[in-house]
Each structure stands twice: as structure tokens, then as C-alpha cells.
């Protein structure tokens, strides 16, 4: 019995190892809410992908409504740390001036690793993007010498198509799940 014991022990470790190994190798996926688009691939997700609620936002950074959500969803993400997940989806409509230029930046900022400090700046500071006049380059490019960018390679990245696909790629998966 004792050996029998001590075999299964074994296989019941070495599966758990072997699950474990696989969950690292496959971090899982968001769930959503709504079926659709994927969007763009990898999404920009705050908080654990395992938490037991996802938020998908679809935002504009010039949109005051938005502006407001983005207050509103750091309060719940603070008060519901680990058991929450907030993934952003590029949403800049037409109306507004400057939202694909901010739409670029936060993207391009991402290509560094810094998507959330740009994400968090843009909103932060939405009065100031509105007010700027047709060229808001130099304000962006403030926002990302605070958040560390590196000030050439994000001016290289806001003009790259795969920083625009990414864009289209989220306005795809708003249309597709009704988002108007």
C-alpha cells in the first residue's frame, strides 16, 4: 500500500507541475462579455486575467464621458484589486479632434511598455488635448518623456501601420459588438 501511496503521490505532483508549466505557457485569455471581433491582439488588460470580472471599455480620450468612466473605473479597480480586469479598446470618434492622434500615442506608448502611464496621462490630462491647437505632438510627447519613453523610437511607432492596425483592429470588435 505504501508504494501504491507513493506512486500516486508522484503522478498527482508531477500533473500539478506539469499544469502549472502549462498555465505559464498559456497565460489565460480575458473573457468578454459580448462575442465578437477579437480586437487587437494582445489586448491592453489592467489587472489579473483571471479575475472573476472583465470590464471591456471602448474609449475616446478627448470624450468627456469616458474621461469620467476612467475615474469611476480606478476607484473600482483600488477597491476590487485581483477581482477585477479592465481591458481597454481604442474607440476615437470622428468628432473629435485630437482622439486618433491620442489613440497613436497610447499605442505607441504600449510598443514600450507603457500603454497604462500614457493611458492614464491622456485622460488625466484630457482639458489640456482638447485646448491644444491643430498640432498636439508636443504635448504627447511630454506625457512620454514622464512616463520614460524613449522620445525617438515613440515618434517612429506613432507613424507605424501596426500602431494604426491595432486601432482599426479595436474599432472592429466595437462595431462588431454593436459598440456605435
Keep these: 500500500f ?3 501511496a507513493a506512486v ?3 503522478a498527482l505532483a508531477a500533473g500539478a507541475l506539469l499544469f502549472r508549466h502549462h498555465l505559464a505557457q498559456n497565460p489565460p485569455v480575458p473573457r468578454f462579455l459580448a462575442a465578437g471581433k477579437p480586437g487587437a491582439i494582445p489586448p491592453h488588460v489592467h489587472g489579473s486575467t483571471g479575475a472573476p470580472v472583465s470590464i471591456e471599455e471602448f474609449g475616446d480620450y478627448e470624450c ?3 474621461s469620467g ?3 469611476v473605473l480606478q476607484k473600482i479597480e483600488a477597491e476590487y484589486r485581483g477581482r477585477v480586469s479592465v481591458t481597454f479598446r481604442q474607440f476615437p470618434l470622428k468628432m ?3 482622439a486618433m492622434d491620442a489613440a497613436r500615442a497610447a499605442e505607441a506608448a504600449g510598443r514600450q511598455g507603457r500603454f497604462w502611464q500614457m493611458h492614464d496621462a491622456l485622460y488625466t490630462n484630457r482639458a489640456m488635448g482638447t485646448k491644444a491647437g491643430a498640432d498636439v505632438s508636443s504635448l504627447f510627447d511630454g506625457y512620454a518623456a514622464t512616463a520614460g519613453i524613449e522620445i525617438t523610437r ?3 511607432d506613432l507613424a507605424d501601420p501596426a500602431t494604426a ?3 482599426a483592429d479595436d474599432q ?3 462595431k462588431s459588438v454593436g459598440v456605435d
Design 154 to 156: 515613440f515618434k517612429k
Design 8 to 10: 500516486l503521490l508522484g
Design 172 to 174: 472592429e470588435r466595437a
Design 96 to 98: 473629435h479632434l485630437h
Design 165 to 167: 492596425k491595432r486601432i
Design 2 to 4: 505504501l508504494l501504491i
Design 64 to 66: 468627456l464621458p469616458c
Design 69 to 71: 468612466a476612467f475615474a
